[in-house]
């Protein structure tokens, strides 16, 4: 431990380079999974807009209608059901062509409905399908309005961009990992000699590499905490500045702090521990 310490201060300046190498590696990495967690919370809350609507009978009575709702929050899956009455419908109405219904007409002829925004597990046609059959039988629902269409284009997106998103991480990882190791390899170039002197002097393969491992391990470390401090104030420069309001963020997510800095760790140790390896091969 105190020779790893002390390899540190010999080799500041290779080793901050590969502090900052890591550092922008996991960076990439960290920023590329969170705009892929956000861009899909993005297009499911828009789907979510398109779930489905319950329009009721317009001779329905209020006992009746919190009845029925009382029914429906009843099924599986339900994340949220917003009642919008004959008044609310009239003034969305108003809103969006900027004619007053009730100027028009004697009387209000839109129906109110119940919105339902079903939980991502249960987002799917098939299911949705089977819930407006068993909905159409209950005694006050007049019509059942489901943007099928619409809701499976937005459904195929989200896979494409799933998949697509699957596949470039996968390969900025690959490219960190390759990237991360020539750099932790120049490194371990810079300390050639201190590797064949020892060995020189007789110390054995597990003493070399053990000083070595350590400094890797410390190395990624430090990386993945900056790379992890670069996004948080990334995050905090977005809100400050209005400039996007992220539903996902990495303090949300302990486990992607956690992943970041283990991943970062373990890629640190181990490139180094192979780069040495490696430069032994050509000690005698």
Do not use: C, W
């Not at 925004?117 to 005694?139: C, K, M, P």
């Not at 991480?169 to 390899?185: D, E, G, K, Q, Y």
């Not at 000699?193 to 410390?218: C, H, N, Q, V, Y």
């Not at 486990?255 to 490696?278: H, M, N, T, Y």
């Amino acid at each position: 431990m105190r020779e790893g310490i002390v390899g540190i201060r010999r080799s500041r300046m290779p080793f901050m380079i590969s502090v900052f190498s890591v550092a922008i590696a996991l960076l990439v990495v960290g920023v590329g999974v969170l705009s892929v967690d956000n861009g899909l919370q993005y297009i499911g809350d828009m789907q979510a807009n398109y779930d489905l609507e319950i329009f009721l009978k317009n001779d329905i009575s209020t006992i009746d209608s919190r009845e029925l709702a009382d029914i429906i929050n009843e099924y599986p899956g339900i994340l949220r059901m917003e009642y919008l009455s004959k008044e609310d419908a009239a003034a969305l109405y108003n809103a969006e062509f900027g004619e007053d219904v009730l100027s028009l007409l004697d009387d209000n002829p839109l129906p109110s409905s119940f919105r339902i925004t079903f939980e991502e597990d249960y987002r799917s046609a098939g299911y949705i399908h089977s819930f407006i059959q068993s909905v159409n039988i209950l005694n006050g629902v007049d019509e059942v309005i489901f943007k099928k269409d619409l809701f499976e284009k937005v459904q195929g997106i989200m896979k494409l961009i799933y998949t697509l998103a699957t596949a470039g991480l996968f390969m900025i990882i690959l490219s960190t990992v390759f990237l991360t190791a020539n750099n932790l390899r120049l490194m371990i170039l810079a300390r050639y000699e201190f590797i064949e002197t020892i060995r020189l002097l007789g110390a054995s393969d597990f003493m070399i590499k053990s000083p070595f491992f350590l400094e890797g391990g410390i190395l990624g470390f430090l990386g993945a905490s900056i790379a992890v401090l670069a996004i948080i104030l990334m995050e905090i420069s977005l809100a400050y500045y209005h400039i996007i309001d992220l539903p996902v963020r990495i303090m949300n997510h302990p486990e992607l702090i956690l992943g970041l800095l283990v991943f970062g760790v373990s890629l640190s140790s181990l490139g180094v521990l192979k780069a040495v390896r490696r430069m032994l091969r050509f000690v005698a």
